[in-house]
């Protein structure tokens, strides 16, 4: 039998937690701006769906609209899109609402 080791095990973990969570956290700033909106636990909850929903869209958009296969490729820079919006977003409403 083949393991792994426990370095890329640990690693494994650490990218997971990663794809789940700071692309949800950048839309739900975007959102909801002020800190005092949200509290911990419901910030959570949608940096948690908003992770798992957003960059599947653009995926399926992509691959449905402009005939992008989904790879590798093409799911990193739907994670990297769905953070840049997010924080693109929250920075305008920060200096909007200051």
Not at 32 to 43: G, S, T
Not at 44 to 53: G, M, V
Not at 68 to 82: E, K, L, R, T, V
């Amino acid at each position: 039998m083949v393991f792994m080791d426990p370095a890329s095990i640990l690693l494994g973990i650490a990218a997971i937690a990663l794809a789940v969570s700071i692309p949800g956290y950048a839309l739900s700033l975007a959102i909801f701006p002020k800190r005092n909106e949200l509290d911990i636990f419901e910030r959570i909850a949608f940096s948690f769906i908003l992770s798992i929903a957003v960059p599947a869209l653009f995926l399926l958009a992509g691959n449905m609209l402009l005939g992008i296969g989904i790879n590798f490729i093409s799911a990193f820079s739907a994670y990297a899109a769905a953070t840049a919006i997010g924080i693109i977003v929250f920075i305008a409403r920060i200096k909007f609402l200051k």
